[in-house]
Structure formats: C-alpha cells, structure tokens
C-alpha cells in the first residue's frame, strides 16, 4: 500500500458516516461503514456489495470465506486476500467502526494505519438516537434497552477503548459540530490520512434519509439540536447522559 489504511473510531451518532462517505470517492479512497473484520465477521452494506460488483469484486464472496476463517486471523486474511484487490480499484481502504473492542487486531496488521477519533455532545447523541428510531419505527440496540442510563455505559465503554488508541498511537479528534461549520476541518481530516481525494466524496449518495436532510453535502443542520428540542422530558433525559460522561465531555471540550 502507497497510503496508509484509515480507521474512523467513531462513537455512534458522531457523524462517522458522512465523514466517511466524505472520504470515499472513485479511485482515491472507500470507507467501509462498520464491517466489523475485527470479530472474524465481515459486515457489509448493500451499496458497497453493488459499488464494487462494478468493478468485478465480489464482496459477498468474501463475506462467505472470512466467516470460516480464526477469527483472531480475519483481519490478517483481510489485508492479504481482499485488500490487494480493493486497491486496484481504490488507492486507499479504511472502515468505520462504533464499536472498538477488537481495535487491537486492526492495529497489530496496519501498524501505520490512521486513527481519526470522533465525537458529539451528549445531548445530541441521545436525541439523534431517539429520533432516529422513532423516523425508522425501529428500536435502537443498546444492552439493556435504550435508556439514558444504558446509553452512558455504552458509550463509556467505547470511548475508554478511543482513550486507548489516544494513548499508544498518534490520534486525529474531531467532533461533529466542528466538521459540520468548518470546512477546513474535513482538510485537516485528509492531510492527517494523506487523502488525495480532491473535493467531498459520496456524500448523500449511499442513503436515501441523508440525502433528503443534507443533499450532497455537509451541513450543520443536526448541530447542537439540543438547543431547539421542545419535549421537556426528552431534554431532561439527554441532560443526564451529558451529567454522567464527565470524563469524555472533558477530554472533548464539551461545557453545560
């Protein structure tokens, strides 16, 4: 690889998708939203499985291979079965994940990989998860049922694994509310991962609900919508995930 791998170390809701669609862009670079290669598994989208069907890459075919594979040797198989054939078609490869338990075995194979943390206010990570199940009538996971006070261990959970990452290798942080309003951010983003991707990349173009907010571009529509919810009690409720993460509000900037 001439580029290094990417690896968004996103917390849910922190904006990781359209950070990595802004970074997927024929032939520059893709971003893989969520396959989760790490547990032995190899989670793909259907727009991804039809992105590279184009290209003669047969993403479910692999998705049947790795599923047989150690999983302690997924990421491995990873880098030297699929990974040659993806760069023939994209000069640089990353993923996204929300959940970083086995961040560790990605590390171990792209030892030079760039880490890229995200972030957003509390508030608006409980109210984006609320309104987002109640738009899609779906009930969003979280162990235990989704209540503030499971969403905090959650993402405590995650974030002391992105404090690890912060901890051993060198770390780019970015929060939702400032790569929505500053473009010089998503340039900070692609000089840190060594993009060439000369604009924003497929922005709006993988999911039909992202387009009909946003359009094709980044915007700061969803930013702090803490500020304008009217349901009192939805307020309280996204206050006391805020109160109870006083750890990550500190490292990430965020105040009352």
């Given at each position: 690889?001439?580029?290094?791998?990417?690896?968004?170390?996103?917390?849910?809701?922190?904006?990781?998708?359209?950070?990595?669609?802004?970074?997927?862009?024929?032939?520059?670079?893709?971003?893989?939203?969520?396959?989760?290669?790490?547990?032995?598994?190899?989670?793909?989208?259907?727009?991804?499985?039809?992105?590279?069907?184009?290209?003669?890459?047969?993403?479910?075919?692999?998705?049947?291979?790795?599923?047989?594979?150690?999983?302690?040797?997924?990421?491995?198989?990873?880098?030297?079965?699929?990974?040659?054939?993806?760069?023939?078609?994209?000069?640089?490869?990353?993923?996204?994940?929300?959940?970083?338990?086995?961040?560790?075995?990605?590390?171990?194979?792209?030892?030079?990989?760039?880490?890229?943390?995200?972030?957003?206010?509390?508030?608006?990570?409980?109210?984006?998860?609320?309104?987002?199940?109640?738009?899609?009538?779906?009930?969003?996971?979280?162990?235990?049922?989704?209540?503030?006070?499971?969403?905090?261990?959650?993402?405590?959970?995650?974030?002391?694994?992105?404090?690890?990452?912060?901890?051993?290798?060198?770390?780019?942080?970015?929060?939702?509310?400032?790569?929505?309003?500053?473009?010089?951010?998503?340039?900070?983003?692609?000089?840190?991962?060594?993009?060439?991707?000369?604009?924003?990349?497929?922005?709006g173009h993988l999911s039909k609900q992202d387009h009909l907010i946003h359009g094709y571009e980044v915007t700061d529509k969803r930013v702090y919508r803490w500020k304008c919810e009217i349901n009192k009690q939805l307020l309280l409720e996204a206050q006391e995930v805020f109160d109870n993460l006083k750890d990550y509000c500190r490292f990430w900037g965020y105040e009352k």
């Amino acid at each position: 690889m001439e580029k290094p791998f990417i690896y968004i170390a996103a917390l849910r809701r922190t904006g990781s998708k359209v950070l990595s669609e802004a970074l997927s862009l024929h032939p520059y670079s893709f971003i893989f939203l969520e396959p989760r290669f790490g547990s032995g598994a190899f989670k793909i989208k259907n727009a991804e499985v039809e992105i590279f069907a184009k290209y003669g890459i047969d993403l479910l075919a692999f998705q049947d291979q790795i599923s047989k594979v150690n999983r302690k040797l997924s990421v491995e198989y990873f880098k030297n079965e699929l990974m040659p054939k993806l760069l023939q078609v994209f000069s640089q490869i990353g993923i996204k994940e929300i959940h970083h338990k086995y961040w560790k075995s990605v590390y171990n194979t792209f030892p030079d990989m760039k880490i890229v943390l995200t972030a957003r206010d509390p508030r608006d990570i409980y109210l984006s998860l609320y309104h987002k199940s109640i738009e899609r009538n779906k009930e969003i996971r979280v162990e235990g049922g989704f209540t503030p006070q499971n969403l905090v261990l959650n993402l405590k959970e995650d974030f002391e694994y992105q404090m690890e990452m912060f901890n051993t290798t060198r770390c780019l942080k970015v929060k939702y509310e400032d790569f929505c309003t500053d473009r010089m951010v998503y340039e900070q983003v692609k000089a840190f991962v060594e993009s060439d991707i000369p604009a924003i990349g497929m922005v709006g173009h993988l999911s039909k609900q992202d387009h009909l907010i946003h359009g094709y571009e980044v915007t700061d529509k969803r930013v702090y919508r803490w500020k304008c919810e009217i349901n009192k009690q939805l307020l309280l409720e996204a206050q006391e995930v805020f109160d109870n993460l006083k750890d990550y509000c500190r490292f990430w900037g965020y105040e009352k």
